[in-house]
Structures are given as structure tokens and as C-alpha cells.
């Protein structure tokens, strides 16, 4: 076998697995550009403790703004970002102040007032949301 070929099935049998690695880095890049920063800030109880409003940050980078929004998780579940439906969701990070009427009722405010709403549901599951 001549030395050019020797060569080039080297060449050949590095470029696979170098090529994959890139392929790899790469993917793991453009994941993380896309992802969002999720910040827990506030957690409401209902009088029996067993539901909370969870309150978060969400900041997705420069082309997308920040927002807050809130959930109802059962207590003893974990929150997670992806699989938890959010109620509220606005514009900006702000203060939530929040208090449950009933097991089934719960207010819900901001400060300073809510320039912009993505979300405001009415309910959550089989709990009234009020605004305030």
C-alpha cells in the first residue's frame, strides 16, 4: 500500500470521530443559547398547606423579556417549568403579593402594576383566581 493512501485512510479514520465531537459541541451550544433562567421568588400556601402558588423569574435572553409568572402545584409535587401550567404570566420581574381566601379562592396582585399580560386565567384547576 503506498504511503498516500496509508495517509488518507488515517486521515479518514480521525475525521469521523472528530467530526462527530463537533457535531456534539455544537448541538450542546445552540441548547444552551435557547435555554431559559427560571428563579423561584415566592411560595403562597393555602390555609391546609396543601397547594402552593409558585411565584418565578423567567429570563430567556436578550430577544425575549423577562417575566413573571404563577402556578398552583399541590403540595409535595415539584415544581417544574416545563410541566407545571403557569395562570399568570406578565411582563418584567415583579413583586406578586398573594393571599388564599379559601382552599379553592386565591388574590393575586402585583407591584407596581402589570404593564403588560401575556396570561390571566380566571381558574386554575378547580381554584378561583382573583386580581387585584
Known amino acids: 500500500m503506498s504511503r498516500r493512501r496509508r495517509i488518507a485512510i488515517v486521515v479518514a479514520a480521525l475525521a469521523i470521530p472528530i467530526g462527530f465531537l463537533c457535531v456534539v459541541l455544537i448541538d450542546n451550544v445552540m441548547d444552551q443559547f435557547g435555554a431559559c433562567r427560571v428563579v423561584r421568588q415566592k411560595l403562597f400556601a393555602s390555609p391546609s398547606g396543601s397547594q402552593l402558588v409558585v411565584v418565578v423569574w423567567k429570563s430567556c435572553g436578550a430577544t425575549v423579556p423577562d417575566s413573571t409568572q404563577a402556578s398552583i402545584v399541590a403540595r409535595g409535587r415539584t415544581f417544574s417549568p416545563e410541566s407545571t401550567p403557569t395562570f399568570v404570566s406578565v411582563r418584567g420581574?415583579?413583586?406578586?403579593?398573594?393571599?388564599?381566601?379559601?382552599?379553592?379562592?386565591?388574590?393575586v396582585g402585583f407591584i407596581p402594576e402589570a404593564a403588560e399580560?401575556?396570561?390571566?386565567?380566571?381558574?386554575?384547576?378547580?381554584?378561583t383566581i382573583n386580581y387585584e
Open 117 to 127: 399580560i401575556y396570561k390571566r386565567d380566571p381558574r386554575a384547576g378547580d381554584v
Open 93 to 107: 420581574h415583579l413583586e406578586v403579593v398573594g393571599a388564599w381566601s379559601s382552599e379553592r379562592a386565591v388574590r
